[in-house]
């Protein structure tokens, strides 16, 4: 039982998750991870940064079963039970389905599925991340990219599953709005294993409380510091502003 | 839609003012008052053989429009047999539909089966191809996330693959409503004992073409209307499907 006792209590329902590389990956012939263990906390949001194309895409693929794990590797969640059905993926684009609309998406799960929809709870998750009722009936053509991001949050959470993947969530969205979905995730997601991949030092900083940087080629991950407190984090706190700037330092550094 | 009638206006009125001019003989070409005096002379007649034809490129729309849609699920759905039907699938396209028109009237007979089955296969492909087309490339991310939530493979085919590719479905169904006459006329021209190719062929035997152009000004109406009607159709079906030049989108 990898990575148990580092955390103490939220582990205890949620579990985390340990991927085992000990000969790396590659892909297409090209060596894209290198050797790593590494231990994903239960109940904890954990940031991984790297520029782009140092395979933190893949990793997170590998957590989400879309990537076959190579010979030797596995991905392990920490009870011991297998990941597949408890993992809800959130990526880059909102991934919406434009033919059905905002409550259609949101209970997408079940109908791929093939289970009769929970719409009393799915109004609930339109509440919870902030679209009024009358949006709906919408169709993902009609909303704004900040509204589409909402209600891919809403899908993401409707899942209700403990291992929670994201893959750059936000990055499609502008600034402000960014910072909002920042806290607004973080609050809803607070309790479940978040597993964030992200090339922005900030958003890394604000809601992770484990930060790694895929660096080298082929990368291996390299735990950070992170700062003191509990996310969201304020970003104004010049301690997180300043790290900010040692962390823009380090990825400069990993892409060179 | 005005302009284009007022379009249509002007080039009547440039022929008649041709044919007044040049005194061409009206059996080489007849001016269109000829043509308009034609078609209520021989109303009864043209209107039976207009609705076989209608008959015919309507039966060959609905046969090769699911003929060209199931060919795509299963192209989709079953990997071993995409070997094999794919390149009889560009096989029967390197043939010309018109070389075996013939084949077809020997086969089916003089009525309406040759015309529908022409029809029907002049249809197929461009249905089958611009579904097949439009199920493969459906957003990877989409079918990531269908995969994470469990869903199995013939559910992401059939609530992913193809409500993605409705949109690339309705352009193959545009083309094939655009040449769907196409096959029931030559049909009709090859061998037929009715319907507007027949009449067209029958009246250019006897010099009448004033009745030909007449025919053929019903056949243009009856292609129009049919487009028209499946444009309509699919956008009504289909209505999230972006359409950058109709609509200017206000997002409130």
């Known amino acids: 039982m990898p990575a148990k006792g580092t955390v103490v209590l939220p582990s205890l329902a949620i579990p985390g998750f340990r991927i085992l590389l000990p ?18 906390p239960g109940g904890r949001t954990t940031a991984l940064l790297g520029p782009s194309g140092s395979g933190k895409s893949t990793l997170l693929r590998l957590v989400a079963g879309l990537l076959t794990v190579p010979a030797g590797g596995a991905v392990q969640a920490g009870d011991g039970a297998p990941l597949a059905g408890r993992v809800a993926y959130m990526a880059q684009q909102d991934l919406l389905a434009p033919w059905r609309d905002v409550l259609g998406n949101i209970t997408l799960g079940a109908h791929l599925r093939g289970e009769a929809p929970d719409l009393p709870r799915a109004r609930a998750m339109l509440a919870e991340v902030g679209l009024a009722p009358g949006d709906s009936q919408k169709r993902p053509a009609q909303l704004s990219g900040g509204m589409r ?108 | 839609m005005i302009r284009g009638f007022l379009a249509a206006l002007g080039l009547v009125l440039l022929w008649q003012g041709f044919v007044w001019l040049t005194e061409v003989p009206p059996f080489l070409l007849p001016a269109p008052s000829r043509v308009a005096f034609a078609l209520a002379d021989r109303w009864e007649s043209i209107l039976d053989h207009a609705l076989i034809t209608a008959a015919e490129i309507l039966l060959g729309l609905a046969l090769g429009a699911l003929l060209g849609i199931a060919t795509a699920l299963v192209l989709v759905a079953w990997r071993e047999g995409r070997r094999w039907l794919l390149p009889l699938l560009l096989i029967s396209q390197a043939i010309p539909v018109f070389a075996i028109a013939p084949l077809l009237t020997l086969w089916l007979g003089f009525g309406m089966a040759s015309k529908v089955a022409m ?39 059939w609530r992913v693959r193809v409500p993605a590719a409705l949109p690339s479905l309705a352009s193959g169904l545009r083309v094939a409503a655009a040449v769907a006459p196409i096959g029931a006329v030559v049909g009709e021209w090859v061998g037929a004992s009715a319907g507007l190719g027949y009449l ?16 053929l000004f019903v056949l243009m109406l009856m292609a129009l209307a049919l487009w028209f009607a499946t444009d309509w159709l699919l956008r009504r079906a289909i209505p999230w499907q972006p359409d950058s030049l109709l609509t200017e989108k206000v997002t409130t």
């Open chain 2, 119 to 157: 029809a029907t296969l002049i249809i197929f492909f461009p249905v089958a191809t611009a579904f097949y087309d439009g199920l493969r490339r459906t957003e990877p991310g989409l079918l990531d996330l269908a995969t994470t939530m469990g869903a199995g493979g013939l559910s992401t085919l």
């Open chain 1, 23 to 40: 000969h790396g990956l590659s892909l297409g012939g090209r060596p894209v991870l290198g050797a790593l263990d590494l231990a994903v």
């Open chain 1, 149 to 256: 991001q909402r209600v891919a949050l809403a899908r993401t959470l409707m899942e209700d599953r403990p291992l929670v993947l994201m893959d750059e969530p936000f990055s499609a969205v502008d600034a402000p709005t960014r910072h909002r979905m920042q806290s607004l995730s973080a609050r809803l997601l607070a309790g479940r294993t978040v597993l964030l991949v992200t090339h922005d030092p900030l958003e890394a900083l604000r809601l992770a409380d484990r930060i790694f940087v895929l660096s080298g080629s082929p990368a291996v991950p390299v735990a950070v510091e992170v700062p003191e407190g509990a996310p969201p984090r304020p970003a104004g706190d010049p301690a997180l502003l300043a790290a900010q700037a040692a962390l823009l330092e380090r990825l400069a550094e990993a892409v060179a």
């Open chain 2, 200 to 215: 067209m062929l029958h009246a250019n035997g006897r010099s009448q073409t004033d009745v030909m152009f007449a025919a």
